[in-house]
């Protein structure tokens, strides 16, 4: 077919999963213009030594939006926002067992030891989860009233907001410090490669090739840049 | 809130639809219509509104969430709108003409309603334009809609457009084979919905190591036609499996002969959207273009109204992504003919194939009333002249 095609975009979200993600990324053969590096930098859209490939950088549950409608054809999302959204349009081919984290349901430590689940008919809790959080309680027969939170979700218990929250848990240091203890793990989570599903069947040579070396360039963790052709 | 805010106002996934989108919609659909009429496709007109036990029955179960109740005020019969039309064209297939000769194709083309839209389509009513193929098992049948599908789309001027098939008959084909509790095939097939490897990992313990290497296989297999069929071909399928498989390998076969260029697809884990399908299923996708322009597969007619089942192939195209699909068309050329034109003189233009608009007011200037009405051309002493 002689029709221009339109670019790749592939969106990455920012922060901490992004330093993670990046060598991975340049394993698989992407180099993104300095630009991309530059903190300071107001750009938002970047070129990459493919002519045909361009790297977005969002928030992490924006990444799964851009990728859900089409506006990105790849991106690293979270296995929690999948879990959150269950987006239909987004498949996930691959775990780049990168941003290792749990999602965990937590509550003060005074609590713990004089509250008994089996007896609970209706919880509140903070969350920035509010669709896993219902589904996982709903399944043991209760019902889970969200208060939804964009950050600081330890704050809650302690100032009163509700007494339980469900958030990422890494190295549950700013549970402690908060004077919160994890009771319950509901999920492991890891970021995975997404995929929007039309662009997958309209271009499968270059997004399968693109997930072939993604995939390679999980393989070869520790081993050099892979050998493969870029995609053009 | 102003008067006219409040009148302008439609509930969430409704819309006017307006000057030039309307006619571009109607002619589309005519236009399909007639694609698949000229292949021998007959077309029927089931009715908007229907009996929920009939409309809903058996396999069609899977449309209940998402369909429009109300009470019929003369039977006190709960009545459905309708959610989609394939399976209304199946009953009239298999009731009122069932003595018609097969296979027995049909076709229509309609407005349909759902309860809530989606991610992807908020639209709550659209059109959908499809063809069933009834009374055939035989794979020629699965490609002739397939083709009968690209062929039509074709014709609307869409060129870039792919198909990918599935087969949602094979997972369950396999897992029932090795005996798979039916909780552990549920979190399977959410997991190969997904595509979601890793999920498909972690039920590896209680698939075992053999058949979760399997799914993994099948999962990573999807891709062009000839490659999976390369990976599926290698895999020791238990024989109900091995069947689809066969059946499958017959389809893309005769695909291939009639559109050697096209872009085909494979995806062997898919059962999303497929819920009432028993072999294989197609959709459709433009590139460029979000979501699904259409979709279809093998199913059993006749299985919802306790008739005796037949095998049935068919596919539904879905007016507002097929819109999104169509390149877009020039405007048509208005002609503006000044008040007092003589009424033949209109009447011979409009034979030549001009849309003509008619000036009511004596006193007004022809070239001012043209521009007016947004006319690309006007009549001035008998000549034509662009604008």
Request: hydrophobic share 40%.
């Amino acid at each position: 077919m002689t029709r221009k095609r339109e670019k790749i975009v592939i969106a990455l979200p920012k922060g901490r999963i992004l330093k993670e993600v990046m060598p991975v990324v340049r394993r698989a053969g992407i180099e993104p213009e300095p630009a991309f590096d530059d903190e300071g930098a107001r750009q938002l859209r970047f070129s990459t030594n493919h002519p045909g490939i361009d790297i977005i950088r969002v928030r992490s549950f924006d990444a799964a939006t851009f990728v859900a409608f089409g506006a990105a054809h790849i991106g690293v999302v979270g296995a929690d926002v999948l879990m959150e959204f269950d987006y239909p349009e987004i498949y996930a081919p691959l775990d780049l067992k990168i941003g290792y984290c749990r999602m965990a349901v937590a509550e003060p430590e005074e609590m713990v030891g004089n509250d008994d689940p089996e007896r609970w008919s209706h919880v509140r809790v903070a969350t920035k989860y509010p669709n896993i959080t219902q589904r996982h309680f709903a399944r043991r027969g209760v019902q889970a009233e969200c208060i939804k939170l964009s950050g600081a979700m330890e704050l809650a218990p302690n100032l009163g907001l509700c007494r339980r929250i469900v958030d990422l848990v890494s190295s549950g240091k700013t549970l402690r410090a908060n004077g919160l203890v994890e009771i319950e793990q509901i999920a492991e989570i890891t970021s995975r490669l997404a995929v929007n599903r039309a662009a997958w069947k309209t271009r499968p040579d270059e997004i399968g090739e693109l997930i072939q070396n993604f995939r390679d360039a999980m393989l070869s963790k520790q081993a050099g840049p892979p050998a493969r052709e870029p995609v053009s | 809130m102003s008067e006219y805010s409040d009148k302008a106002l439609l509930p969430a996934g409704m819309c006017d639809v307006l000057p030039p989108d309307a006619e571009i919609e109607a002619k589309a659909t005519e236009s399909l219509v007639e694609a698949f009429s000229r292949h021998g496709y007959e077309r029927v007109k089931p009715p908007l509104i229907e009996f929920e036990e009939s409309l809903l029955a058996g396999s069609s179960s899977a449309m209940a969430e998402h369909t429009f109740r109300l009470m019929d005020p003369i039977s006190q019969r709960m009545m459905g709108v309708r959610p989609d039309m394939t399976l209304q064209v199946a009953r009239i297939a298999t009731t009122r003409l069932k003595n018609e000769p097969r296979p027995l194709r049909l076709c229509y083309g309609g407005q349909i309603l759902r309860v809530r839209g989606t991610q992807l389509r908020p639209e709550r009513q659209f059109g959908q334009v499809g063809a069933e193929l009834i009374g055939s098992a035989e794979p020629a049948a699965d490609a002739e809609v397939v083709r009968l599908a690209v062929e039509s789309m074709q014709f609307l001027g869409i060129d870039n457009i792919s198909v990918d098939l599935a087969l949602p008959t094979l997972v369950p084909a396999i897992t029932q084979a090795h005996g798979v509790a039916d909780e552990v095939s549920a979190l399977l097939r959410e997991a190969l919905n997904r595509k979601d490897a890793a999920a498909v990992e972690a039920l590896s313990g209680k698939l075992g190591k053999d058949l979760a290497n399997m799914f993994t296989t099948l999962l990573a297999a999807a891709g062009p036609a000839e490659a999976t069929l390369g990976i599926l071909e290698k895999l020791d399928l238990p024989e109900a499996a091995a069947a689809e498989r066969a059946q499958l390998v017959s389809v893309v076969e005769i695909i291939r002969r009639g559109a050697p260029s096209l872009t085909l697809t494979i995806d062997p884990v898919e059962s999303r959207g497929f819920e009432y399908h028993t072999g294989v299923t197609f959709s459709f996708f433009a590139e460029g273009v979000r979501g699904e322009l259409g979709s279809g597969g093998r199913y059993l007619a006749g299985a919802n109204n306790g008739e005796k089942e037949e095998p049935a192939t068919g596919m539904t195209l879905f007016m507002d992504t097929v819109l999104r699909a169509i390149p877009a068309s020039v405007p048509a050329k208005r002609l503006f003919l000044p008040f007092g034109t003589a009424i033949e003189k209109g009447r011979s233009l409009r034979d030549q194939g001009w849309i003509t608009v008619e000036g009511l007011d004596s006193g007004e200037d022809a070239g001012e009333g043209a521009r007016h009405l947004g006319c690309s051309h006007l009549l001035t002493n008998g000549e034509i002249r662009e604008i």
